[in-house]
C-alpha cells in the first residue's frame, strides 16, 4: 500500500462548442515532481517527463445538454527515467465517459479508460512487454461559474492488467477556464 501525491500535469487546450457537440485538443506534459523510490515497493511518481497530445469530442444527446457520450485519445511521448536511464515506451489512451447533469452545477456519470504501451520501452536492461489496462467507474463534477472554474472526482478500478500493476485509481481535477 502506497500513498502520496503523484507527478503534476499541466495543459493548454483549445475547445469549440456547438449546438450538440463539443471538440477539443489538447497539448501538454506530466512533471517528474512525485517520489519515485517510496517504501516498500511502489512508487508514486514516474521519474521522467511525458509531453502528451489530447483529441476528444462529447455529444449532447438531448438539446437541453443533459445527458452526454464522450471519448478522449490521448498519445504520450516517454523520455528516459531519471536514474534508470530506461526510456519506457509510448502510450495510447482511450477515456471515455456517459454523463447525466442534475443541475447547472452537478454533474454524475460512469468513466473508464483503455491505455496500451505502443512500443517496447528502451535501453539496456528494459523490459521487451507492452503493457496495458483498462479502467471503470464513478465520477462526480462541480462547476463554479463566476471564477470559471470545474472540479471533478473519479475513481476507477484497473481491470485486464498486463505487464504493469493493477489498481485503484482516485483523481481530483481542478480546470480554470480563461
Known amino acids: 500500500d502506497t500513498f502520496g501525491l503523484g507527478d503534476l500535469f499541466a495543459e493548454a487546450t483549445l475547445s469549440w462548442h456547438l449546438k450538440q457537440f463539443d ?14 523510490w ?6 508514486i511518481g514516474l521519474g521522467y517527463w511525458t509531453p502528451m497530445l489530447t483529441a476528444g469530442a462529447t455529444w449532447f444527446i438531448d438539446s437541453a445538454k443533459t445527458w452526454s457520450v464522450s471519448a478522449l485519445s490521448r498519445y504520450e ?3 528516459a527515467q531519471e536514474d ?32 496500451q504501451q505502443v512500443n517496447t520501452d528502451g535501453g539496456i536492461n528494459a523490459s521487451k512487454d507492452r503493457d496495458r489496462v483498462a479502467a471503470v467507474g464513478p465520477e462526480v463534477s462541480l462547476a ?6 470545474m472540479a471533478s472526482f473519479r475513481y476507477l478500478y484497473e481491470f485486464m492488467s498486463e505487464d504493469r500493476a493493477q489498481g485503484h485509481t482516485f483523481a481530483l481535477t481542478l480546470t480554470k477556464r480563461f
Open 144 to 149: 463554479f461559474p463566476k471564477p470559471m472554474l
Open 23 to 36: 471538440f477539443s485538443f489538447g497539448a501538454g506534459t506530466w512533471m517528474p515532481t512525485g517520489d519515485t
Open 77 to 79: 511521448f516517454n523520455t
Open 84 to 115: 534508470t536511464d530506461i526510456t519506457p515506451g509510448q502510450a495510447y489512451t482511450l477515456e471515455w465517459g456517459i454523463g447525466k447533469s442534475l443541475s447547472k452545477t452537478l454533474d454524475v456519470g460512469v468513466v473508464g479508460y483503455y491505455q
Open 38 to 43: 517510496s517504501p516498500p515497493t511502489t512508487a
